[in-house]
Structures are given as C-alpha cells and as structure tokens.
C-alpha cells in the first residue's frame, strides 16, 4: 500500500544532488517531495521521470529562504502524504567569487538566510513532525553540508564556508538535542561535486579547473554525495547520530 511507505521531503530536491536523492529514494520505495525555488520545468521533469519509473512523487514550490515558504513546503507534503519520515536539508546556494572584504551586507544576509536560517526552519518543521515529542513516529534527517566548513573557501566565498560550519554545528547539537525523541540527524559533507551550483556562482568552469588539484584527480558525481545520504537515512545508520561523512574524494 501506498500509504504503508515511507516519506521523503528533499529541499532544493529538484536539480543536482537533490535530484540523485530523489531518483535513489524513490528506487528504494520512498513516496517523495520534491521542492525548488522557480525552475518549475526541472522540478515537473523529475516529477515525471519518477512517477514513469513507478514512483510516487509531487513537486512542491518554495524558498527556504522565508519562514512562510518554509512552512507551505512543509505543510504541502502534510496534505499529500499524511507523514514524514525522511527529511533532507539541500537546498544551497553560493555567490559569485570574492574576498571578505568586498562583501555587502545584502550578500552577507542573503547568503545565511537561505544557507543556515532556512536549514534551521526546515528542521524546526521536520522535528515537529518527526519527533515522538509531539506525538511523531520519529524519523531520519540528513543536512547537506560542504568540506567548505573545514576548507574555508579563501578567494572564493569564505561566507559560504561559514554558512556551512554553522549546518555541521547545527547537525551535531540537533542530534543530541532530539537522540531520546526517534530522530538521528547526520550531514553530507560533500566535496567538488559536479552540478550547476557552479555556474550559478559564475563559475562554469570550477569542476574543470579544479579537477587535477583533487587526490583522485575528478569531482565527485551527485549520485555519489546521494548514496551517502540514503545510506544515513536508512536503518542501516540506526546508531549513526551527529556524524558528518566527508564524501569528497580525500579533499
Ligand atoms: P544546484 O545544482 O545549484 O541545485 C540547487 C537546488 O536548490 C535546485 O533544486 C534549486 O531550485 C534549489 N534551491 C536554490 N535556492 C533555493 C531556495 N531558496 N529554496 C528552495 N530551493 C532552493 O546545487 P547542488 O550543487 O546540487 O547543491 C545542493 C547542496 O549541496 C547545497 O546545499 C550545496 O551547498 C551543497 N554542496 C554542493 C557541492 C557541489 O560541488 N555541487 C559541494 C558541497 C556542498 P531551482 O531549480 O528552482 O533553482
């Protein structure tokens, strides 16, 4: 029965990592929400390409980035599927290269509220489904992380490394702070991976460029970063709280 399956809600689940979560889940049995921001045609063509495969799958709209888009998000899977077992914070975004001190503050603000204040609200919303706290079933949450946290990201986007040191702090406390409640929280802490966030921060040639630098001398592919996190997800990881798994070549 349809209703006997477990759910999955991706953030930014539409293009990239994202999206390889969402086509490995829902191979593996879990009815998914699929969320973007305003690419409605990749998102719909995912949507299509797994209902084609026999998945059960929707796409839902909204920005991470405003607590009203966090919340019709989560309140749009409530109504398609009744529960939530799986929740994966991805949605991310970069910005165009630059040093610390050529940062405005709308960069600066834009930057932690879609990274680090949206990656909060989506797991206030999941633990308040989730946790057996108020009266959940318990469940997995999986926060996608960057090696950026430890790497810095100097010349390029140190903001978005520290966006991303604030997910590995949250993930940690978030673990401990719901261990007794059913619900483990991991992070992803991928490398170089090739997707189009690259370009999106001007950069479409980043993959290229840096691929020699890497210890296996290529980027890590999306797949590669969502085997990982369906692996954290799933009961095999049942005493697997708080880690952050480097999926990032050696990097
Ligand atoms: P991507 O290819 O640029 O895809 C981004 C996805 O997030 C899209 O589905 C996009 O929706 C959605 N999105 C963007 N802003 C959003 C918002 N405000 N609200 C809701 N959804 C939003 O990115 P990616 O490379 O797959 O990255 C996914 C995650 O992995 C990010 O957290 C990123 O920081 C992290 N990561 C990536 C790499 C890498 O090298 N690729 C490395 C380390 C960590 P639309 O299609 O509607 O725009």
Do not use: W
């Amino acid at each position: 029965m349809s209703a006997d399956r477990k759910t999955l809600l991706v953030t930014g689940g539409s293009r990239g990592i994202g999206a390889a979560i969402c086509r490995q889940a829902s191979e593996a049995g879990y009815r998914v929400a699929v969320n973007y921001v305003s690419n409605q045609s990749a998102a719909d063509a995912l949507v299509a390409e797994l209902k084609g495969a026999g998945g059960d799958a929707f796409a839902v709209k909204g920005d991470v980035g405003h607590e009203a888009g966090v919340i019709a998000i989560f309140e749009a899977v409530d109504q398609a599927f009744g529960r939530l077992d799986a929740f994966v914070n991805n949605a991310g975004i970069v910005d165009a290269k630059a040093r610390v001190d050529e940062m405005s503050v709308a960069r600066l603000e834009r930057m932690m509220r879609i990274n680090v204040v949206g990656s909060f609200l989506c797991a206030r919303e999941a633990v308040k489904r989730m946790s057996t706290r108020h009266g959940g079933q318990g469940g997995a949450i999986v926060n996608i992380s960057s090696a950026a946290a430890r790497l810095g990201s100097p010349g390029e986007y140190v903001d978005y490394a520290a966006s991303k040191g604030a997910i590995d702090t949250m993930t940690v406390g978030l673990a401990r702070e719901v261990a007794l409640e059913g619900i483990r929280v991991n992070a992803i802490s991928p490398g170089i991976t090739d997707t189009e966030i690259h370009a999106s921060g001007g950069q479409p040639d980043r993959v290229a460029r840096m691929q020699d630098l890497l210890p296996m001398k290529r980027a890590g592919t999306a797949d590669e970063v969502a085997g990982a996190v369906l692996y954290l997800l799933s009961d095999a990881a049942s005493y697997i709280t708080g880690a952050i798994l480097t999926v990032s070549g050696g990097r």
